[in-house]
């Protein structure tokens, strides 16, 4: 089994291509391009290295949300276009999901964060068990207060990860009451090689779409959305 | 099909229309698929760049497969694809941008990014065989007002533009002040049948340059109008405000437009982009071009819409002259005409 897979969620743009239980190539860029100018040169890049022929995968794997909100639009559109091309299925993977699976079979519980500005922050709380990722609280978009309070019940140790991170640090710091950690460089953003990974389970598992069907999910309304809903209710 | 025939897939997601098109050697159409999103923007009484990409993302892939299944041809059968990377929304063009850049790139084709404005301009070529450069252009929709000589396929020489507010732009804020709605543009064509043309006259903007644009005083003017019948107590004639409003843009638009035609000695005049649906500047047009002795072109109100036929017409000159776009292609919001 092949997945290509790509995540464009956040500040991170990541191309990798996974093989029963391998990885092919990897290509991870934090920098301040724009994804619609890095993400398929990466991927023309890395297909040129490993001499892979698109026909040849089973499946492409995105990062599905949630995210910034272009950012997931840029990669689901080009896994879209390459699915609707290759005639090949869509694999979507929560993006909180896939960044936990970058901390795979540690012990304590793992809570990535992204930030999703307004003062609240992408994340969900997981843990692993028996070898398996087992979600103790689903992705959510929530402030980060009520994040560290929900932690802090918990009782247990914390590695956190993400971009969210370095927005958060001096008030994780502040106010976390039980021991945590920030995970190393190589580990605390997305990485497609998780993404694919993660993939490799679900394919397997038939949790596979369509490249019409899929859609990121953004796990937050639209501001026009939200402002409309916020006068209807004032009028009631 | 003949082996020498050039199929172009077209792709178009610039504001709030999602389509594809294939289009046959940059003049026969061979699908036009268009996926409008309008009824959603209703709500919010103009177009929400947030809504508007998600749903190009949500209609993309179908949106392409309609296009490929009507022309009845597969992916494997096309020469290049095309697709509009500005001006517009840039989260919408984003959407258009990366599907077309994916689809290229998994099958290998030429990738040409398309300038929307010169899509436009390129749906005169549709229905009009004969019809090549150069001539005048006039280019008016929601986003853009511009008056340039089409000096050959893709280039161009703009005259002038507008300092403010787009023609469309104007259709849409007038109809909303005297309760029509949107989009204003059909809906002022179609209240003004009922209205008095010269009922109120508005004023016309006098610029330095003559080929220059503005339509924000006369916006300012039907507002003001509107305001003092309602302060005095008067009834408010929509139609008839409607039409005057109709009559002192179209009545700008013909003028500037046959007095560039004229003065550049060109004996063929275009118009394209959403207002030139506008049944009374077509009418008018018309009329002041056969004074003119002028050919006047414009093209079906399908083709003068936001669609991806005009995009594959466009492509198809960009690819004749080689121009060629890279895997890196971004989204450019505020692309220049001529630009590249």
């Known amino acids: ?174 106010n976390m009451q039980v021991p945590y950690s920030f995970a190393p460089a190589h580990l605390n953003k997305q990485r497609a090689g998780a993404v694919g990974a993660l993939a490799e389970k679900y394919y397997r598992e038939g949790k596979t779409v369509t490249a019409a069907e899929h859609q990121p999910e953004y796990l937050r309304v639209s501001q026009a959305e939200r402002e409309r809903a916020e006068r209807e209710a004032g009028k009631k | 099909m003949s082996a020498k025939d050039v199929l172009i897939l077209a792709i178009e997601s610039s504001c709030d229309e999602t389509a594809a098109s294939v289009v046959k050697n940059g003049r026969t159409i061979l699908s036009n698929i268009i996926s409008s999103q309008i009824a959603l923007h209703t709500l919010y009484g103009g177009v929400v760049p947030e809504i508007a990409s998600r749903k190009h993302i949500e209609k993309i892939n179908q949106v392409v497969e309609e296009a490929l299944t009507e022309a009845d041809v597969t992916l494997e059968d096309l020469d290049a694809v095309g697709v509009t990377y500005g001006p517009g929304l840039v989260g919408a063009l984003l959407v258009g941008v990366a599907e077309a850049k994916a689809i290229s790139y998994a099958k290998k084709l030429p990738l040409i990014g398309v300038h929307h404005i010169e899509g436009h301009v390129s749906a005169n070529y549709i229905e009009h065989p004969d019809l090549k450069p150069p001539f005048m252009c006039l280019i008016v929709s929601g986003g853009h007002t511009h008056l340039v000589i089409v000096k050959d396929y893709g280039e161009f020489e703009i005259l002038g533009r507008t300092r403010d507010d787009a023609a469309g732009e104007a259709f849409d804020k007038v109809a909303r002040a005297i309760g029509l709605g949107y989009p204003g543009g059909p809906k002022i064509d179609k209240v003004s049948k009922e209205g008095n043309p010269n009922a109120i006259v508005f004023p016309k903007a006098k610029l330095e340059d003559p080929y220059d644009f503005s339509f924000s005083g006369v916006k300012s003017a039907v507002l003001n109008h509107i305001n003092r019948c309602k302060m005095q107590g008067e009834e408010i004639c929509e139609a008839d405000i409607a039409a005057s409003f109709q009559k002192a843009v179209v009545d700008t638009l013909v003028e500037k437009a046959v007095k560039a035609a004229k003065e550049h000695h060109m004996d063929k005049l275009a118009i394209a982009g959403g207002v030139a649906s506008n049944s009374a500047l077509r009418q008018a047009m018309k009329e002041a071009c056969e004074r003119e002795h002028i050919r006047f072109y414009y093209p079906s109100p399908i083709f003068c819409t936001d669609n991806a036929a005009m995009i594959g017409v466009a492509a198809y000159y960009e690819y004749k002259k080689g121009v060629r776009h890279g895997w890196d292609l971004n989204a450019v919001p505020n692309l220049k005409l001529g630009e590249r």
Do not use: W
């Open chain 1, 1 to 174: 089994m092949k997945i290509l897979a790509l995540d464009s969620s956040g500040l991170v743009a990541s191309v990798a291509v996974v093989e029963d239980d391998q990885l092919l190539a990897e290509y991870t860029v934090n920098y301040k391009k724009t994804h619609s100018q890095t993400l398929l040169p990466m991927l023309d890049e890395i297909a040129k290295m490993i001499e892979l022929d698109l026909e040849t995968i089973d499946a492409i794997a995105v990062a599905a949300g949630p995210g910034s909100f272009t950012g997931l639009r840029i990669g689901s559109a080009t896994a879209k276009g390459l699915g609707l091309a290759l005639k090949k299925p869509l694999i979507p993977v929560p993006t909180v999901d896939a960044l936990a699976y970058n901390l795979y079979d540690s012990t304590g519980v793992i809570c990535p964060m992204m930030d999703a500005r307004r003062k609240q922050v992408y994340t969900g709380i997981y843990r692993f068990a028996d070898h398996e990722l087992v979600t103790v609280s689903r992705q959510k978009a929530i402030a980060v207060e009520e994040l560290i309070r929900e932690l802090n019940a918990l009782g247990e140790a914390v590695i956190f990860l993400g971009d969210g991170v370095t927005v958060y640090q001096e008030m994780l710091k502040e």
